[in-house]
């Protein structure tokens, strides 16, 4: 069945103001003026702005390494016959697999297992556990995947990241969520981590 768009040209030039030009930057998404753009928003919040400061924190992105097929490149320490990586290696630090790390600036919270998408595996047989989340808010375009990590790097009380730079805390993204908004464009990704799975470093 063929599908007709049916946008009048009012809304289309609506849909259009969604996009304000870089150069000249408008907090609000509509040529009326009543909708907040919530990536400026976002930005203001994370980068600071004209009105706010930054509430942003550099963490790392350690992405998987894939090939041409868009597989996972394994390190040359991963044992062919158990699939084990060695865990005091050298190049993958015991991932199994070849990675690339960046530093991103992102906001994160904690979510206690009485709220939030943590409540999900909050009670199962025979008893109650208790699931605690971390979660993590990236810019819209930022790039991240389930075969990826998020390390939070060990910082000064001032949010300086300290020299030599030390990996604290390792986690693995169990939901990547893009919140969508205006017209179904993401405005901003939110990962959530459990806090029960994450890898703590000693120096």
């Not at 009326?32 to 400061?53: A, H, K, M, N, W």
């Not at 991932?95 to 297992?113: K, M, N, P, T």
């Not at 300290?162 to 017209?183: A, G, H, L, M």
Request: charged letters at 30%; proline letters at 4%; hydrophobic letters at 30%.
């Amino acid at each position: 069945m063929l599908l007709r768009s049916t946008l009048t040209s009012k809304q289309m030039a609506f849909k259009r103001s969604l996009y304000p030009n870089q150069g000249n930057r408008s907090r609000f998404s509509s040529g009326s003026g009543r909708e907040i753009d919530l990536r400026v928003e976002f930005d203001e919040i994370i980068f600071g702005g004209p009105t706010s400061i930054p509430h942003g924190k550099q963490v790392l992105i350690r992405r998987a390494r894939l090939d041409d097929n868009n597989r996972v490149v394994d390190c040359v320490c991963k044992s062919k016959l158990t699939k084990e990586a060695d865990m005091d290696c050298p190049y993958c630090l015991g991932e199994g697999h070849y990675w690339d790390e960046e530093l991103i600036i992102c906001y994160a919270r904690f979510v206690g297992a009485d709220g939030g998408l943590s409540t999900r595996v909050k009670k199962l047989f025979p008893g109650e556990i208790r699931v605690d989340t971390k979660i993590f808010y990236f810019k819209y375009d930022s790039a991240i995947s389930y075969k990826d990590k998020i390390i939070e790097v060990q910082l000064d009380t001032e949010g300086n990241l300290v020299v030599p730079y030390f990996r604290e805390s390792i986690y693995k993204p169990q939901t990547i969520n893009p919140y969508r908004s205006d017209y179904g464009r993401v405005e901003y990704i939110a990962v959530h981590c459990r806090e029960d799975d994450a890898i703590r470093l000693d120096r």
